[in-house]
Every structure is written in structure tokens, then in C-alpha cells.
Nanobody
């Protein structure tokens, strides 16, 4: 199994930036792509961005042009650079194995809270 630990969230004013970090440990050899997800109060968890082991990236329309997902120099580390933040970006952000989540599985970490004030 793979464990994920998210960090880097916080409180920021609209228009500000944050950089989230995701550290994966365990059986990481099985991962082909990691996704950043978010869940706002009263809403379902949604995929925000993902990156494959080959470096291909995808973004939700709501964050395209503002968020950038990247792999770190440290193995099994993924970042989410969030710029031009909006109040609607407020949510708990999680990272996970994209393929496992797609079939309804995956161990979810604690997530990291992002709060954007207007």
C-alpha cells in the first residue's frame, strides 16, 4: 500500500499563492500517476490536477492557467503551485494514486486545508 502526506496549506487572501507538497511512501513503484484532489464543505471530492510518471499533466478547467502540478527532485514528491487563488478554491486538498482512486480505492491522508479569504 501507499501512504500520502500532504502539507503546505494555509490562509491566504484572494489573489495570493500557496505551494502544496505531497509525499508518497510505501509501495510507490506501483504508481503511474498522482493526482491532487480537493473537497470543499458540502461538496464531493474533485480532481484538480494530475501528473504521470512520464511528466504529462492534466488540469480541471477551474484551475487551468492558475495551478501547476510538478514532480520534485526527491522521489515520490509532487507539488501543486497555486497562484491567483480565489475564495472558491477553499477546500481540503489531498493527493493520491490516480488509478486507485478511479476504481474507488486509495488510502486518503489527512489532507491540507487551504482557505482563501475575499
Amino acid at each position: 500500500q501507499v501512504q500520502f502526506v500532504e502539507s503546505g496549506g494555509g490562509l491566504v487572501q484572494a489573489g495570493g499563492s500557496l505551494r502544496l507538497s505531497c509525499a508518497a511512501s510505501g509501495s510507490t513503484f506501483s504508481i503511474n500517476a498522482i493526482g491532487w484532489f480537493r473537497q470543499a464543505p458540502g461538496k464531493q471530492r474533485e480532481l484538480v490536477a494530475d501528473i504521470s510518471s512520464g511528466g504529462s499533466t492534466n488540469y480541471a478547467d477551474s484551475v487551468k492557467g492558475r495551478f501547476t502540478i510538478s514532480s520534485g527532485d526527491a522521489k515520490n514528491t509532487v507539488y501543486l503551485q497555486m497562484n491567483s487563488l480565489k475564495p472558491e478554491d477553499t477546500a481540503v486538498y489531498y493527493c493520491n494514486d490516480l488509478a486507485v482512486v478511479a476504481v474507488g480505492g486509495g488510502n486518503w491522508g489527512q489532507g491540507t486545508q487551504v482557505t482563501v479569504s475575499s
